[in-house]
Nanobody
Framework: QVQLVESGGGLVQAGDSLRLSCSAS????????IAWFRQAPGKEREFVAA????????QYEDSVKGRFTISRDNAKNTVYLQMNSLKLEDTAVYYC???????????????????WGQGAQVTVSS
């Protein structure tokens, strides 16, 4: 069982940076792949980034490559999403997610993930 809680959202201007945190409960957190998704108003929830349980491999959606960085600190049971050069189109509710099973290779579809946080609002203004 994993419980996920996002934090760090807020209102920023275009070009600014923001770091989201995903804090998790559970002793086996270090064995879970973790992903970030986002959902803008009126749109489907979409994949943003994912990281393996070791933290060695990461994956990004094309529009955030070079601007966003996903990382994890297993000692703190936390995964981060550093977002730089934010754009208006990055405005969305951001969710972190974990699959149901341990040691799963992270995917880019919602169906890969079972545990979800409550979401953190990120608003980018001009």
């Amino acid at each position: 069982q994993v419980q996920l809680v996002e934090s760090g959202g807020g209102l920023v201007q275009a070009g600014d940076s923001l770091r989201l945190s995903c804090s998790a409960s559970g002793r086996t957190f270090s064995n879970y792949a973790i992903a970030w998704f986002r959902q803008a108003p009126g749109k489907e929830r979409e994949f943003v980034a994912a990281i393996t349980w070791t933290g060695v491999r990461t994956q990004y959606e094309d529009s955030v490559k070079g601007r966003f960085t996903i990382s994890r600190d297993n000692a703190k049971n936390t995964v981060y999403l550093q977002m730089n050069s934010l754009k208006l189109e990055d405005t969305a509710v951001y969710y972190c997610a974990a699959p149901q099973d341990l040691f799963v290779t992270p995917g880019t579809t919602r169906e890969t993930y079972y545990y979800w946080g409550q979401g953190a609002q990120v608003t980018v203004s001009s």
